[in-house]
């Protein structure tokens, strides 16, 4: 089994039924009219927090891409996060940084702040924003879709990629 911490509200052994926080996979998704990302449903079952709370911090994320991590990774990384981007203003990654709750419907608000970070267009304009989710080990990654595909290896290049 890979990890070694508990989910947020979770503890003990793998023994006990807790999955580790380890997100895996990509899922071709669309923004509601309200901006809202419907998360894939095994990515929120890790989410469950103290009284069952869902938040994810969202974040720049590399190359035109946002990262959603959970508050405890969040908490671990955040500074080495941090130091990967360079600006004239002190600290400003920070800025671009937002808390956010997952809803009941395991939906999370994209706001136009967030939505620049990918330059995703306003659903409420009428355009379909369709994007990427991605599981990228400890953290998620929201891509525009055809960004996503104009960059991404075909399943055979990847595997060509490998490492011996």
Known sequence: MV??????GRSGPASTGWVPRVFVGKHDRQLDEKGRLAIPAEYVKQFDGPEGERKLVLTPGKAGCIWLVTP???????????????????????HFCQERDVDKAGRLLLDEKARL??????????TAVQVVVAGSGRYIQIWRRDVYDTRASSPGAFAQAVRP
């Open 117 to 126: 970070l990918a330059n995703l267009p306003d659903p409420a304009a009428g």
């Open 3 to 8: 990890g070694t911490d508990p989910p947020l």
């Open 72 to 94: 405890k990774y969040w908490e671990e990384k955040f500074e080495e996060i941090a130091r990967q981007y360079s600006s004239a203003i002190p600290d400003e990654f920070y």
